[in-house]
């Protein structure tokens, strides 16, 4: 049987242009007629799934089969009239001995989408390309509405926040920004509908990620990235992440045992990124720090040796989920010293707009001048023990060829050295028209690390 659409019905809710609010949704009440075909109560289950696609009006919250009394039911129908029934559908439903009645069924606000109600709310002119997408934080909708649609975004707010279940709140992204929030990459926010709540939590790659929106950076659409770098990493790794934010990266790196030397320059950022790591269970594998970054590169080296991290400790052989979760302090006890993990292997830097401008933090960073006398050659011996830097940038080239050339100038300069043989560039993700956004992975010279000055 072929499928046919709602073609003959109008589904649309009634039209209210220009409204900036919803008072009274009674105004989008309207009567839909329709056919119903009238059945043999025992063959509704054979009919709606022979007609499911075909025949049978699907609306929002609202039963497509009611029953009818004396042993029938009603199978709602997409046509308005019997005679614009497709001729095997009514032979299909003929044959099962159905009876066409109409039906009128009482549409109200609640049977409507979000895309409906914005569609005959809008101004014309606004209605057909409506930002109804936004970004889902833990609880919140977070939009970023063109100027054009700002004198509607409360009734745009309202109706998110009504049709998702999910959302209690719903903010604008605000265009101005100090420099506080320059340099912590967070974002004003007016509150568009529901309650000012702005401490979320936000579950990614399976951990759960609590932190006051309005106070740190967060991006939900970082997501693949996050799980990109860490799928990367081996439990055994070490890790050093000098912008971590609350944790997208160190806290799943963690999970999967690696250990983290984890900072923000961000006060609250730190507080939730040592909330999270509580949270999550792996504090004895994060130490957390709140300093610029470019401190956190000089000393972390240091640290990695004055304060070596546990060794990885695989789940032993029958130990239960519930033993592996257990906090192991008696494990750190149980490691001996020369099992710790003193060689950092991976920095994370995800500073896009301006983590280049900290590698030359690098230079020296393991010479003697930056180390003391701590006795590094079994640890750092050669080129292939340096650590891999995966570091973030923009770039306003979107030629591929055009963009590595951009990024490895500028990393290079930022060194003051040329890169190896290992280095990979990955394009995250378009941040606008002419910017895109890329991670590029190599490993930290080793006449850099050692460089006199
Ligand atoms: C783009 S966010 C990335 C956060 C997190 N790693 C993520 O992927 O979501 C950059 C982070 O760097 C922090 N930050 C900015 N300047 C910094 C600096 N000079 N030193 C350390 N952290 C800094 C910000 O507070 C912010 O949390």
Redesign the pocket.
């Known amino acids: 049987m072929r499928s046919y659409s709602a073609e003959y019905l109008d589904l649309t809710p009634p039209v209210h242009r220009g409204l900036k609010e919803i008072v009274d949704k009674s105004i989008f009440r309207k009567d839909l007629n329709i056919i119903a075909a009238k059945i043999d109560a025992r063959k509704t289950q054979t009919i709606a799934r022979a007609l499911r696609d075909k025949a049978i009006l699907h609306i929002r919250s609202y039963r497509n089969v009611e029953p009818a009394g004396d042993g029938k039911t009603l199978v709602l129908l997409k046509f308005p009239d019997e005679a614009l029934l497709p001729p095997d559908v009514r032979e299909f439903l003929e044959k099962e001995g159905a009876e066409f009645v109409p039906y009128t069924m009482e549409l109200d606000y609640d049977h409507w989408t979000a895309d409906d109600i914005l569609q005959s709310v809008l101004p014309e002119d606004l209605a057909e390309q409506h930002p109804s997408g936004f970004a889902m934080v833990g609880h919140i909708a977070h939009l970023n509405l063109p100027e054009e649609y700002l004198p509607y975004k409360h009734i745009i707010g309202q109706v998110i926040l009504e049709k998702n279940s999910a959302v209690r709140t719903v903010v604008n992204k605000l265009q101005t920004i100090d420099d506080a929030d320059h ?4 974002f004003k926010m007016e509150l568009l509908a529901g309650v000012p709540d702005y401490v979320v939590s936000h579950m990614e790659q399976g951990c759960k990620f609590t932190f006051d929106f309005t106070e ?4 939900s659409r ?1 997501q693949t ?2 799980t990109r770098i860490v799928d990367m990493l081996k439990p055994t790794d070490l890790v050093a ?10 806290i799943p790196a963690a999970k999967k045992g690696c250990a983290v030397f984890a ?4 006060p ?2 730190y507080h939730y990124l040592n909330k999270n790591t509580i949270s999550n269970k792996v504090k004895d594998l994060i130490v957390s720090s709140n ?6 590169i000089r000393y972390v080296f240091r640290q990695a040796w004055d304060m070596p991290m546990p060794p990885h400790r695989p789940k032993e052989k029958g130990e239960s989920r519930r033993a592996a979760k257990r906090p192991p302090a008696p494990a750190l006890a149980r490691w001996a010293p020369e099992h710790a993990r003193k060689r950092i292997t991976h920095f ?1 830097m ?5 983590a280049i401008e ?1 590698l030359d933090a690098f230079r020296g960073v393991l010479a003697p001048a930056n180390m003391g006398d701590r006795p590094l050659s079994g640890e750092y011996s050669d080129s292939g023990s340096m650590p891999m830097i995966h570091c ?1 940038c923009f770039t306003r080239f979107l030629e591929p060829a055009e963009a590595e050339a951009d990024i490895r100038q500028r990393v290079e300069a930022g060194m003051g050295h040329p890169l190896g043989e290992e280095v990979s560039l990955y394009n995250v993700r378009s941040v606008a028209p002419n910017k895109d956004m890329y991670c590029i992975s190599f490993r930290l010279p080793y006449e850099v690390a050692f460089a006199a000055a």
């Open positions: 340099v912590f990459r967070v740190v950076y967060w991006n970082l990235e996050h992440d000098p912008f971590a934010g609350v944790g997208p990266f160190a900072n923000d320059l961000n609250s950022s300093e610029d970054g470019r401190k956190f994370v995800n500073l896009p707009q301006s900290f973030y």
